[in-house]
């Protein structure tokens, strides 16, 4: 049998990377689609640094805001791999944080297109293609920010928050046809990016989460590795939330 694909869009960022390899390790064929703003060079050295670690992952340019990127990217994937994806990860996305009394059209904009209008984009690219194999894992990711929202995040909270809608509607739709959505929604994640804040800062932020601490991209990784198993085809439409206990509901 032949190696199921999954695309990680973001997938050369710091949660994007944890997550392409719990996918490799768990024997899928991967390909980290990014954008990188049309930075080929360094979506290549990613490749690379992978592949130094034992990690053969594939990559595939793609602007998720633009419909016909998304297709070209799904189409670059096939080329790549001789095969449709089955399972697809929607993790790219971005922050314009500010107040809502400050926030401008632009920021709101670009935030809702860049998380919730780039699912539409990529999924529905999929969509029918899995439909058709009678198998396919749509994985969304959200945050903990869409559950409790967050000072100066009125669009990033709205956009992911979205997301769920967005998969608990899709759940329903494909069910019957060997289909699975669901969404991850992290917490504080301990990416390189936020290992650059302040220690201070970060032990203030541990510090009012249950666990005591900021959570790891690996285990991120983890959920969505399960969820994309074979085994996983009785959980659809839900939501996991990975936030060490930082809101539950």
Partial sequence: MSQKVALVTGGTGGLGTAICRSLADAGF???????????HDKAKAWQEEQKKDGYEI?????????????????ATVKELTGSDISVLVNNAGITRDGTFKKM????????????????FHMTRTVINPMLDQGYGRVINISSVNAQK????????????????GFT?????????????VNTVSPGYILTAMVAK???????????????????TP????????????EQSGFITGADFSVNGGMHMF
């Avoid at 967050?150 to 769920?164: L, V």
């Avoid at 804040?197 to 959570?215: C, H, M």
């Fill in 29 to 39: 064929r991967v390909v980290a689609g990014y954008n990188s703003g049309g930075n």
């Fill in 58 to 74: 594939d990559v595939a340019y793609g602007d998720v805001t633009n419909a016909e990127s998304c297709a070209q990217c799904v």
């Fill in 104 to 119: 401008s059209w632009e920021q709101w904009d670009e935030v809702l297109t860049a998380n919730l209008d780039s699912m």
């Fill in 149 to 164: 929202g967050q000072f100066g995040q009125c669009n990033y909270s709205a956009a992911k928050a979205g997301i769920h």
């Fill in 168 to 180: 608990k509607a899709l759940a329903q739709e494909v069910a019957s046809k060997g289909v699975t």
């Fill in 197 to 215: 804040i302040d220690d201070e800062v970060l032990q203030k932020i541990a510090s009012s989460i249950p666990v005591k601490r900021l959570g």
């Fill in 218 to 229: 690996e285990e991120i990784g983890r959920t969505v590795s399960f969820l994309a198993d």
